[in-house]
């Protein structure tokens, strides 16, 4: 009985599949996927995936493993494949390369949707910071990755790190055989995602560093596919998923996914390699934001906003994010942006030289007290030390290396400047100024010893607690307090959109300026419009 009801059961089996098999027909879809795991965990994982766009499309669909990025690349002009699963900084050199013939679809929302960029090192290595690695060895993964590569590279240039400060450098291609290799000791430090990294702490492996949440992957679809398909897709993955789809993958759900999602990626792109993939269409309306810290923070932060305008004024608002304060003078004075946020002093050396026009002043700014936001709508820098340091005084200041961010920073530079002129000071003949270009550049440079002293904006300290060790530094003063942030329009061509912008940002919801980490944005006077202005005379 037992056998007969066996036989019956296994038999029933395979007529479901059979009967399964049958309802699918045409030709088969194929799914490109390049992937840091091996052959049978993409298949396990990506299965039940597979499994439902074959439901929803009534057809065969298959999986196709590329070895590398350049098989992949070639087997898309081979047109052997139909959607893609990638991580961000793939999708982008694709986009590229192909243009038009790669089209975003979805992405990942909930659960592990997004992960980060890691360091990482072996317990017992004595490497508790990123500066700890200087002339170590180093390993990452291949150039066009996302999170072993151009993330990573981009974490150390922000702490002005090269790869010429380390012994060695390989390209070790998988995040396994990375962190397999800082496990043994081959190497004192890799990079991957932090999915990758979770899978080894227990045996010993340590991370050191994050960078900012970036999504795992994002699902694209090529143009040899008909629309209706495609619709047909998109529709179900944005749909109640399978509980089996969301365990597999880890997440919550699928969301729309844009092109512009990316825009971040394609800015670490640029000033890693050097090649700018960032295009504006000519109704974009662009915001050069200053660059007072990484591409990732600013892209978390003000991002959001632009949205937020896109969907309120229903034109579409991008992000412009020069290299450095130099770039961003040059972009707004030759009037190639539409709007511009940037520190006061900034603004009035720019309003000399094109009629920007301030829109709004900000109100609040990042701290160290527990509520993450403080401060109205003045702002002031400050003056560190490391706590070791024989300078306990600002007369101890004379005849010694100072790091300053920029001489267009107003956190970083003006503020202390008025402040030390008060106290009768001259800062280009009592002291030895180094221009470091950004605030944590600055910090990191005093806790190095590079410099002795160094002018950061007050709320700096917060943001780049994580990157060295705080108890080290001390504030030896504090500079002269500026009007905060004008939020500016730059091309007034539109004068019903530059009055609605206005309104906007003036009544911005708290969501978005939490994650702006403002408090608000307080309508300009005139008496406003008249310090900014002066401040570039000082």
Known sequence: MILIFSISCSKTKEENIKTESEKLSGKPVIIGILSEDSPQVIYEKFYPLQKYIEKSLKKPVSIEIARDFNDLEKKIKDNILNLLIVDPATYCELKWSMKNNILPLVKPEGGIAETRSV????????????????????????????????????????VDISLKDFKSVDMLQKEQRIALSVLIGDYDIGAVSELTANKYLK???????????????LIAHLNNIERDEIEKIKSYLLAQLDKEVLKSLDIEKFSYAEDRDFDYIRVLIRNIKG???????????????????????????????????????????????????????????????????????????VSKRYPVKALAITIGEDCTQEEGICGDERFRGIIITRKDSNINKIEDLKGKKIMIVSPTSAGGFLSQKIYLEKKGFNLTRDFKL????????????????????????EAALSVWSDEVDISKIKILDYGEYLPNWPFSVVRNRNQELTAKVKEIITNLEPDILKKAKIKGFKEVTDKDVATLKKLSNK
């Open 119 to 158: 360091f990482i090192t072996k317990e017992g290595k004595n490497i508790d910071k990123i500066f700890d690695s200087l002339g170590k060895k180093l390993a990452l993964g291949d150039e066009k990755s996302s999170f072993s590569y151009l993330i990573p590279l981009s974490m150390l240039k922000d």
């Open 203 to 217: 045996d010993g492996l340590k991370i050191i560093r994050y960078s900012e949440p970036t999504p795992r992957f």
């Open 275 to 349: 090649k700018d993939y960032i295009e504006y269409t000519p109704k974009t309306i662009k915001v050069a934001i200053l660059p007072l810290y990484s591409p990732l923070t600013i892209y978390k932060r003000y991002d959001p906003l632009m949205r937020y305008l896109s969907e309120k004024t229903g034109y579409e608002f991008k992000l412009v994010i020069p290299k450095n304060f130099e770039e961003f003078i040059q972009i707004v004075s030759e009037g190639k942006v539409d709007f511009s946020y940037q520190n006061p002093y900034v603004f009035s050396i």
């Open 434 to 457: 180094i221009d470091a270009k950004r605030q944590e550049k600055v910090i990191i440079g005093v806790y190095k010893g590079e410099a002795d002293a160094g002018f950061i904006r």
